[in-house]
């Protein structure tokens, strides 16, 4: 054999290699999806799903017994969730597009960096101990578990993520951008909120979704503050639901096993909408 | 030149300009610009023409660590003592790249020097101000049909006159242009070079340019060939003849100087071509070294706008690789004239 023809076969395989690691990272996310679609379908499209609150143990029970479909759904938590979110990214959003736009606009200034340092350790902090700061700092003066304790938590859960993507696209758009304005005349503040600002639109808005689907999962930050609750709550001083509390609760109770796969497969489905919505902005609005 | 009056808009006086402490990128600068004419400014590339330019509307504010000292004044008044908003809408820039506001619509654009700054106009008032600042630039008749839409849209050549109907509507007394047309094909550089000339009546122009035509549109040049001239040879060096010549004489001649060209004399076989400028001249002694290799008369001032010395030997040789003739003599009215022959196509 010549080495010609060697190295073929060499570049060959490995280029069969390659695409096979590539194509296995696709594998769990299909084997997530196929599996919670399979076993979850059922109650997700019984109309009660999204109107009613959790069922009792002993009505699930009961229903299992006779084979009939769980009654019951999670309305309490898809109310939960959207109010903790929601509320999050209200008190979120201005606090992180304004902290992005001085990172962005101060990148060399010492406190700048202090600050950039300190989101990025921010982001990495496990959300469990963002639940019991949550906890200590909320829920005991308030002297109650309650969405807002939620809320709290998930915004300091999603803070990093927007100021991060509100930094790197502010930082994209060219500086002949913010030259232009000024050789206009125009004051530097109304520069950045009526040139700058909307240029990264696209780009500010992708991380605002990108960081709601990640919050909408988490977990073990709500378990500490929002507690959990078995109606539909919309006082937000009160202890509240969320679809992925929902999803723990229904794993430690025997009878309603069944419904963490139709919870699963609501809650997978929203983040992943989500997700390809940012993207699809993300490409629509991307900086020229 | 028409003889305007010569009023001085814009006057510096020793501006040093450095990015690093020590290191002056702009060195004593000093220079009078006056109003109703475009005023270019040559040089290689990093000779600091965009730092001057750009210190003159106060653009290095926005990046630290630049310091710029003597004087600039514009219409009188020390910039350095105004307010950075008032000098900038006095004096307009235009980039290299052309910036128009993705976000917004091409009337938008037009009409954001007043918007963003918060000055209230009635409707019919923007309208007047967009439809003359897009006739101006001659781009009124491209986009009235789609002034809503998004100016990034636009071509290059068109977005680069939308930015300049975009500083023109704030009717600044001084337009800077830093390259406009260097990120532009030569179609749409042509365009902005006799949109330059036209905008001389509106506003006085500082140009940053390296480009040598661009800058000889700004001397005043009269071409007096006729259109039907037959000349066979390489056309890379016929090109360079003629090229070479005018560089010459807009690098070496002075300022504000008249060159001509014309074709004097014709006979079976060579057209007899006169080149002149109305400028300095050279000393008689030096008139028989210009052509040799490596010579710079007057070094003093070769040093200062660069050149190799090359340029006028690669003129003769390129008349003589054509079998012609070059001579160079002193006119006497002042400046420098080239007789040569270039050969007739039979």
């Known amino acids: 054999m010549n080495t010609f023809t060697y190295r073929k076969i060499k570049n060959a395989s490995l280029y069969v290699l390659v695409c096979l690691f590539a194509g296995l990272t696709a594998v769990p996310l299909f084997a997530i999806l196929g599996q919670v679609l399979i076993k979850g379908w059922r109650e997700l499209i019984v109309s009660d799903f999204f109107v009613k609150s959790t069922p009792t143990t002993l009505d699930a029970l009961i229903a299992l017994r006779s084979g009939e479909i769980i009654p019951g759904g999670i309305a309490n938590g898809i109310v939960g969730t ?6 999050a990214t ?67 859960m999603m803070l990093p993520l927007i100021i991060r993507s509100t930094e790197e696209t502010m930082k994209m758009i060219p500086n002949t951008m913010k030259e232009a304005g000024l050789a206009l005349g125009t004051s530097y503040p109304i ?40 109606m539909i709550q919309w006082d937000v001083t009160r202890p509240n639901s969320a679809v992925s509390l929902l999803i723990w609760e229904f794993y430690n109770d025997p009878n309603l096993q069944s419904l963490v796969w139709s919870a699963s497969l609501f809650l997978l489905i929203f983040v992943l909408t989500l997700n390809i919505i940012a993207k699809q902005i993300a490409k629509k609005w991307r900086i020229q | 030149m028409e003889n305007t009056i010569k009023e001085n808009i814009l006057t510096l006086k020793d501006v040093c300009i450095s990015y690093t402490p020590g290191q002056n990128a702009v060195n004593m600068v000093t220079a009078d610009i006056q109003k109703g004419l475009i005023t270019s400014i040559i040089g290689p590339s990093g000779c600091g023409k965009s730092t001057l330019l750009r ?20 219409n009188n008044k020390d910039i350095l003592k105004m307010n950075a908003i008032e000098v900038r809408r006095m004096a307009g820039m235009v980039f290299q790249r052309p910036n128009p506001f993705p976000t917004l619509s091409i009337y938008d654009n037009v009409i954001a020097g007043y918007t963003l700054n918060g000055i209230k106009k009635t409707k019919d008032e923007k309208d007047e101000i967009v439809e003359n600042s897009l006739k101006n630039v001659a781009l009124w008749d491209e986009v009235k049909d789609v002034l809503q839409k998004k100016g990034t849209f636009l071509s290059g050549g068109q977005q680069q006159r939308l930015c300049i109907a975009r500083a ?25 070079e006799e949109l330059l000339v036209e905008l001389k009546k509106e506003v ?41 010549l005018l560089e010459n004489a807009i690098n070496y001649a002075g300022e504000e100087i008249t060159i001509g060209i014309k074709c ?12 002149y400028d109305t400028g300095c001249g050279v000393k008689p002694e030096c008139l ?59």
Do not use: C
């Open chain 1, 82 to 87: 959207i109010l903790m979110v929601l509320m």
């Open chain 1, 90 to 156: 209200f008190i979120a959003i201005p606090i992180g597009i304004f902290a992005g736009i001085y990172l962005a606009e101060y990148k060399t200034s010492k406190y700048a960096s202090i600050i950039r340092f300190l989101t990025d350790l921010l982001q990495g902090v496990p959300s469990i101990v963002v639940g019991v700061v949550g906890f200590i700092w909320v829920v005991i003066p308030l002297k109650s578990y309650s969405a807002l304790a939620g809320s709290a938590a998930l915004t300091v």
């Open chain 1, 191 to 230: 520069i950045i909120l009526r040139v700058m600002l909307p240029s990264a639109f696209g780009g500010i808005f992708t991380g605002v979704l990108l960081a709601v689907s990640r919050v909408i999962g988490e977990t073990a930050p709500l378990m500490l503050t929002a507690l959990g609750s078995t």
């Open chain 2, 55 to 74: 210190a003159i509307n106060r653009m290095h504010e926005l990046y630290p660590g630049i310091t710029i000292t003597g004087d600039i004044k514009l």
């Open chain 2, 168 to 192: 023109l509507a704030l009717k600044p007394d001084i337009l800077l242009m830093d390259e406009p047309t260097s990120a532009l094909d030569p179609i749409a550089t042509n365009r902005i």
């Open chain 2, 204 to 244: 006085t122009i500082v140009i940053v340019t390296h480009n040598m035509s661009q800058a000889a549109r700004i001397v005043d040049i009269q071409n007096n060939l006729e259109n039907n001239l037959d000349i066979v040879g390489n056309k890379s060096l016929i090109f360079a003849i003629f090229r070479n």
């Open chain 2, 264 to 275: 004097y004399n014709e006979d079976a076989d060579y057209y007899y071509f006169l080149f």
């Open chain 2, 288 to 346: 028989e070294k210009i052509f040799d290799r490596f010579v710079r008369i007057d070094q003093g001032r070769s040093r200062r706008n660069g050149g190799t010395g090359l340029g006028l030997s690669i003129v003769k040789h390129a008349v003589m690789f054509h079998n012609g003739a070059i001579e160079a003599r002193n006119r006497k009215t002042g400046g420098l004239e080239f007789y040569f022959t270039l050969k007739k196509r039979k």
